[in-house]
């Protein structure tokens, strides 16, 4: 079974500052995806930002990026230039990849963001 | 295009009383998810669909859930009896490749 670790129930940045998410991951697998959502406070799950295993490029979607250490099975998502509108619930996840067929998430407990003026 | 449509987004109910979520995918989405978000247990997968078959069926607390894929575009998870632990935030969420899946608004659930 897979497991997800964000030890960082909250954080907080200033606004126009860069801040970085923590998650650990545990897994047998070989070939899985690690994906990062956001949900605000209307309680939508938002897709940031999604990393293959199989690919050693860390990905980026404008100001998020990812430092993907698949040897040390961390996952961290770094916010650059942090605006107001990125106060929210973050959630790291895990998927495995089947052959085929769809799999399911797991999630982490979350890091709450709160991005100040 | 029209995302993940759920319905209702807020239910009220007493223990005891059935409870039917609604959810519709995304128009060529052939595969659906269920989930549960709680304080206490945080995000967890309760069931997936591919191409309208139960796939993994594990994470259903116990058999007062059940839950149905008719066809392609409708799924429904119904809760009967209802509890009052059974509060929570429900999400549907549908996908076509293996990776990225799209999250519905969720269904807010209270029982009194």
């Known amino acids: 079974a897979q497991t997800v670790t964000q030890s960082q129930p909250e954080m907080s940045v200033q606004e126009a500052e860069t801040v970085t998410l923590s998650c650990t991951y545990d897994?047998?697998?070989?070939?899985?995806?690690l994906f990062w959502y956001k949900q605000p406070p209307s309680r939508q799950m938002i897709l940031v930002i999604r990393q293959e295993a199989y690919k050693q490029q860390n990905a980026t979607e404008n100001r998020f990026s990812v430092n993907f250490q698949k040897a040390a099975k961390s996952f961290s998502l770094k916010i650059s230039d942090s605006q107001l509108g990125d106060t929210a619930m973050y959630f790291c996840a895990f998927m495995k990849i089947n052959t085929g067929t769809a799999s399911k998430l797991t999630f982490g407990t979350g890091t709450r963001l709160q991005v100040t003026l | 295009d029209a995302g993940v449509i759920q319905s209702p987004r807020h239910e009220v109910t007493e223990m005891g009383q059935e409870v039917t979520l609604r959810c519709k995918p995304i128009s060529g989405h052939n595969s659906l998810f269920w989930y549960r978000q709680t304080m206490m247990r945080g995000l967890e997968l309760l069931i997936y669909?591919?191409?309208?078959?139960?796939?993994?069926d594990s994470g259903m607390p116990e058999d007062r859930f059940s839950a149905k894929m008719p066809n392609a575009s409708f799924s429904t998870l119904k809760i009967q009896p209802s509890e009052p632990r059974d509060s929570a935030v429900y999400f549907c969420?549908?996908?076509?490749?293996?990776?990225?899946?799209?999250f519905g608004p969720g269904t807010r659930l209270l029982v009194l």
């Open positions: 897994t047998s697998e070989n070939n899985y995806y």
């Open positions: 969420a549908s996908s076509w490749d293996t990776s990225i899946q799209y």
């Open positions: 669909f591919n191409n309208n078959v139960p796939i993994d």
